[in-house]
Nanobody, 120 residues
Framework: QVHVVESGGGLVQVGESLRLSCTVSGTIFSINTMGWYRQAPGKQRELVAR???????DYADSVKGRFTISGDHAKNTIYLQMNGLKPEDTAVYYCYVYSGIYAGTPVDYWGQGTQVTVSS
């Protein structure tokens, strides 16, 4: 069984910073990509940032220059450093793990989410 656990959310003021962490544990064959999605009330879940096993990163335009994703392979952990937070960053942030395609089926996992609230 695979467990995806996020931590680090909270309530901050505009312009402040937070760092989210996500750790994968359990029996997982491989990790292709890990990333962060977020979902604000009444909106669709959207990609925030992702990082591949080779270290390639990708960001949503809305967070470029403010957020940084990084990973620690040895710990099966990724981080999301969020600086210059804005009220529109308020959302539940979900960690996403894409393992790969097995027997023709994509295998992925999601965490339970961590709330980030930015107050003005």
């Amino acid at each position: 069984q695979v467990h995806v656990v996020e931590s680090g959310g909270g309530l901050v003021q505009v312009g402040e910073s937070l760092r989210l962490s996500c750790t994968v544990s359990g029996t997982i064959f491989s990790i292709n990509t890990m990333g962060w999605y977020r979902q604000a009330p009444g909106k669709q879940r959207e990609l925030v940032a992702r990082i591949t096993g080779g270290g390639s990163v990708d960001y949503a335009d809305s967070v470029k220059g403010r957020f940084t994703i990084s990973g620690d392979h040895a710990k099966n952990t990724i981080y999301l450093q969020m600086n210059g937070l804005k009220p529109e960053d308020t959302a539940v942030y979900y960690c996403y793990v894409y393992s790969g395609i097995y027997a023709g089926t994509p295998v992925d996992y999601w965490g339970q989410g961590t709330q980030v609230t930015v107050s003005s």
